[in-house]
Protein backbone atom coordinates (compact mmCIF):
# COMPACT_ATOMS: atom_id res chain seq x y z
CA UNK A 1 0.00 0.00 0.00
CA UNK A 2 1.29 3.35 -0.88
CA UNK A 3 1.24 6.56 1.27
CA UNK A 4 -1.91 7.73 -1.19
CA UNK A 5 -3.92 5.08 -0.64
CA UNK A 6 -3.04 4.63 3.46
CA UNK A 7 -4.36 8.28 3.52
CA UNK A 8 -7.99 7.31 1.83
CA UNK A 9 -8.23 4.07 4.05
CA UNK A 10 -7.34 5.70 7.36
CA UNK A 11 -9.64 9.01 6.68
CA UNK A 12 -12.31 6.40 5.83
CA UNK A 13 -12.11 4.27 8.52
CA UNK A 14 -11.50 7.22 11.00
CA UNK A 15 -14.35 9.00 9.67
CA UNK A 16 -12.02 11.95 9.77
CA UNK A 17 -11.88 14.24 6.50
CA UNK A 18 -9.38 13.58 3.79
CA UNK A 19 -7.78 17.00 3.75
CA UNK A 20 -6.74 16.63 7.72
CA UNK A 21 -5.29 12.97 6.95
CA UNK A 22 -3.40 14.42 4.01
CA UNK A 23 -2.35 17.73 5.61
CA UNK A 24 -1.19 15.74 8.80
CA UNK A 25 0.49 13.17 6.66
CA UNK A 26 2.35 15.74 4.60
CA UNK A 27 3.89 17.04 7.99
CA UNK A 28 4.59 13.79 9.49
CA UNK A 29 6.67 13.33 6.39
CA UNK A 30 8.25 16.12 6.28
CA UNK A 31 9.46 15.39 9.28
CA UNK A 32 11.02 11.86 8.14
CA UNK A 33 8.28 9.78 10.03
CA UNK A 34 6.70 8.50 7.00
CA UNK A 35 8.67 7.31 4.19
CA UNK A 36 9.00 9.39 0.76
CA UNK A 37 10.61 9.15 -2.87
CA UNK A 38 9.19 8.52 -5.75
CA UNK A 39 5.79 8.83 -7.06
CA UNK A 40 2.73 6.49 -8.19
CA UNK A 41 4.82 3.46 -8.87
CA UNK A 42 7.77 4.44 -7.53
CA UNK A 43 6.51 5.64 -4.73
CA UNK A 44 8.06 3.07 -1.49
CA UNK A 45 5.10 1.01 0.17
CA UNK A 46 4.19 1.58 3.84
CA UNK A 47 5.46 -0.63 7.02
CA UNK A 48 4.74 -0.36 10.08
CA UNK A 49 6.62 1.82 11.40
CA UNK A 50 4.35 4.38 8.69
CA UNK A 51 1.09 2.96 10.36
CA UNK A 52 2.33 3.81 13.81
CA UNK A 53 2.78 7.31 12.63
CA UNK A 54 -0.29 7.55 10.67
CA UNK A 55 -2.38 6.09 13.76
CA UNK A 56 -0.42 8.49 15.96
CA UNK A 57 -0.91 11.76 14.38
CA UNK A 58 -4.56 10.97 13.64
CA UNK A 59 -4.66 11.06 17.85
CA UNK A 60 -2.30 14.03 18.22
CA UNK A 61 -3.96 16.95 19.50
CA UNK A 62 -1.99 19.90 17.27
CA UNK A 63 -3.09 21.84 14.64
CA UNK A 64 -2.27 19.22 11.27
CA UNK A 65 0.34 21.47 10.38
CA UNK A 66 2.23 21.04 13.40
CA UNK A 67 1.50 16.96 13.80
CA UNK A 68 5.35 16.16 12.64
CA UNK A 69 6.76 18.38 15.29
CA UNK A 70 4.04 17.18 18.23
CA UNK A 71 4.88 13.59 17.64
CA UNK A 72 8.96 14.34 17.67
CA UNK A 73 7.88 15.80 20.85
CA UNK A 74 5.56 12.05 22.04
CA UNK A 75 8.98 10.45 21.02
CA UNK A 76 10.53 12.06 24.23
CA UNK A 77 7.50 9.89 26.34
CA UNK A 78 9.01 6.78 28.16
CA UNK A 79 7.10 3.61 29.50
CA UNK A 80 5.39 4.47 32.64
CA UNK A 81 3.96 0.95 33.41
CA UNK A 82 2.22 -2.37 32.36
CA UNK A 83 -0.43 -4.16 33.59
CA UNK A 84 -1.85 -7.56 32.86
CA UNK A 85 -4.98 -8.65 33.49
CA UNK A 86 -6.10 -12.64 33.27
CA UNK A 87 -9.15 -11.87 32.25
CA UNK A 88 -10.32 -15.67 32.22
CA UNK A 89 -9.59 -16.28 35.59
CA UNK A 90 -12.70 -17.42 38.02
CA UNK A 91 -13.96 -16.19 41.81
CA UNK A 92 -12.14 -18.41 42.76
CA UNK A 93 -9.19 -18.44 41.90
CA UNK A 94 -8.15 -14.65 42.78
CA UNK A 95 -11.73 -12.66 41.27
CA UNK A 96 -9.60 -11.64 38.19
CA UNK A 97 -6.08 -11.12 39.09
CA UNK A 98 -4.29 -8.13 38.31
CA UNK A 99 -0.44 -8.17 38.03
CA UNK A 100 0.81 -4.90 38.00
CA UNK A 101 4.12 -3.34 37.40
CA UNK A 102 4.15 0.73 38.04
CA UNK A 103 7.28 0.52 40.31
CA UNK A 104 9.64 3.43 38.73
CA UNK A 105 12.72 1.53 39.21
CA UNK A 106 11.82 -2.02 38.30
CA UNK A 107 9.70 -1.30 34.71
CA UNK A 108 8.59 -4.24 33.25
CA UNK A 109 7.95 -4.44 29.70
CA UNK A 110 4.85 -5.78 28.19
CA UNK A 111 4.94 -8.75 25.92
CA UNK A 112 7.31 -9.19 22.73
CA UNK A 113 8.17 -5.15 23.90
CA UNK A 114 12.07 -4.60 23.91
CA UNK A 115 11.84 -1.57 25.83
CA UNK A 116 15.30 -0.88 25.96
CA UNK A 117 15.55 -0.85 22.12
CA UNK A 118 13.09 0.13 19.21
CA UNK A 119 10.39 0.15 21.64
CA UNK A 120 11.18 2.22 24.48
CA UNK A 121 9.43 4.77 22.36
CA UNK A 122 5.66 5.07 21.57
CA UNK A 123 6.30 5.02 17.95
CA UNK A 124 8.44 1.92 18.37
CA UNK A 125 5.93 0.20 20.07
CA UNK A 126 3.02 0.57 18.31
CA UNK A 127 5.24 -0.20 15.27
CA UNK A 128 5.99 -3.79 16.67
CA UNK A 129 2.38 -3.95 18.59
CA UNK A 130 0.85 -3.73 14.64
CA UNK A 131 3.49 -5.63 13.57
CA UNK A 132 2.50 -8.84 15.72
CA UNK A 133 -1.45 -7.98 15.31
CA UNK A 134 -0.64 -8.45 11.61
CA UNK A 135 0.84 -12.05 12.24
CA UNK A 136 -1.22 -13.56 15.33
CA UNK A 137 -4.84 -14.48 15.08
CA UNK A 138 -5.23 -14.11 18.86
CA UNK A 139 -4.11 -10.69 19.07
CA UNK A 140 -7.27 -8.33 19.43
CA UNK A 141 -5.87 -4.56 19.77
CA UNK A 142 -8.85 -2.69 21.83
CA UNK A 143 -7.77 0.80 21.67
CA UNK A 144 -5.13 3.25 21.20
CA UNK A 145 -5.20 6.51 23.22
CA UNK A 146 -3.73 9.95 23.93
CA UNK A 147 -4.17 11.79 26.39
CA UNK A 148 -3.20 15.42 27.61
CA UNK A 149 -3.41 18.25 30.90
CA UNK A 150 -1.38 20.85 32.30
CA UNK A 151 0.96 18.57 33.60
CA UNK A 152 2.01 16.34 30.77
CA UNK A 153 0.68 13.92 28.22
CA UNK A 154 0.64 10.16 27.92
CA UNK A 155 0.00 7.76 25.23
CA UNK A 156 -1.82 3.79 26.11
CA UNK A 157 -1.96 1.18 24.06
CA UNK A 158 -4.22 -1.65 25.57
CA UNK A 159 -4.85 -5.50 23.91
CA UNK A 160 -5.92 -8.65 24.32
CA UNK A 161 -3.63 -11.79 23.91
CA UNK A 162 -3.54 -15.77 24.11
CA UNK A 163 -0.96 -16.38 27.68
CA UNK A 164 -0.57 -19.99 29.57
CA UNK A 165 -0.13 -19.50 32.99
CA UNK A 166 3.33 -21.00 32.76
CA UNK A 167 4.19 -18.49 30.36
CA UNK A 168 2.92 -15.91 32.85
CA UNK A 169 4.58 -17.23 35.80
CA UNK A 170 7.82 -17.33 34.29
CA UNK A 171 7.93 -13.94 32.59
CA UNK A 172 6.92 -12.29 36.10
CA UNK A 173 10.00 -14.20 37.62
CA UNK A 174 12.40 -13.37 34.70
CA UNK A 175 11.29 -9.62 35.01
CA UNK A 176 11.01 -8.64 38.77
CA UNK A 177 13.52 -11.25 39.61
CA UNK A 178 11.12 -11.86 42.31
CA UNK A 179 10.22 -15.55 42.83
CA UNK A 180 7.99 -14.86 46.14
CA UNK A 181 4.72 -14.05 44.60
CA UNK A 182 4.89 -16.91 41.78
CA UNK A 183 1.74 -18.29 44.29
CA UNK A 184 -0.30 -15.84 42.81
CA UNK A 185 -0.28 -17.44 39.19
CA UNK A 186 -2.06 -20.77 38.71
CA UNK A 187 0.66 -23.70 36.44
CA UNK A 188 -0.23 -25.43 33.49
CA UNK A 189 0.04 -24.82 29.96
CA UNK A 190 -3.56 -24.14 29.52
CA UNK A 191 -3.64 -21.02 27.23
CA UNK A 192 -6.13 -18.03 28.56
CA UNK A 193 -6.68 -14.58 27.60
CA UNK A 194 -4.98 -11.58 28.97
CA UNK A 195 -5.27 -8.06 28.50
CA UNK A 196 -2.15 -6.05 28.19
CA UNK A 197 -2.13 -1.86 28.98
CA UNK A 198 1.01 -0.38 28.40
CA UNK A 199 1.56 3.64 29.16
CA UNK A 200 4.13 5.67 28.53
CA UNK A 201 4.20 9.46 29.64
CA UNK A 202 5.52 12.52 29.08
CA UNK A 203 5.53 14.57 32.51
CA UNK A 204 5.92 18.20 31.33
CA UNK A 205 3.77 21.21 31.20
CA UNK A 206 1.64 21.80 28.65
CA UNK A 207 0.79 25.36 27.04
CA UNK A 208 -2.49 24.25 26.39
CA UNK A 209 -4.28 24.06 29.69
CA UNK A 210 -7.25 21.63 28.43
CA UNK A 211 -7.64 17.97 29.77
CA UNK A 212 -8.56 16.34 26.92
CA UNK A 213 -8.01 12.78 25.23
CA UNK A 214 -8.71 11.07 21.60
CA UNK A 215 -9.18 7.42 21.31
CA UNK A 216 -8.66 5.30 18.11
CA UNK A 217 -10.76 1.72 18.47
CA UNK A 218 -9.73 -1.73 17.70
CA UNK A 219 -12.02 -2.72 14.70
CA UNK A 220 -10.71 0.30 12.12
CA UNK A 221 -7.11 -0.11 13.17
CA UNK A 222 -7.36 -3.99 12.68
CA UNK A 223 -9.01 -3.26 9.26
CA UNK A 224 -6.29 -0.55 8.49
CA UNK A 225 -3.62 -3.35 9.46
CA UNK A 226 -4.89 -5.65 7.14
CA UNK A 227 -4.96 -3.38 4.24
CA UNK A 228 -2.04 -1.72 4.89
CA UNK A 229 0.46 -4.70 5.77
CA UNK A 230 -1.21 -7.42 3.87
Avoid at 99 to 125: C, I, M, Q, W, Y
Avoid at 198 to 221: A, M, N
Amino acid sequence: MKLSELIEVTAAELGMKASEVNTRARFMRQAGLLRSGGRGKGAPDMEASDLSAMLLGMVSMSEPTNTGADLAELERAVIFGCEWTDLELTEESFENLRVSFRNKHRLAPPPFFDTEGAEKAPLGALSKLLSVAAARDDLEIQYIEQRMDREGRAVEFVWLQNWTHNEARKAYGDWTRDRTDLWQFPEGDEETRWEIVVEYSLVEPQRDQRQRELRIPGPPIHRIVREALA
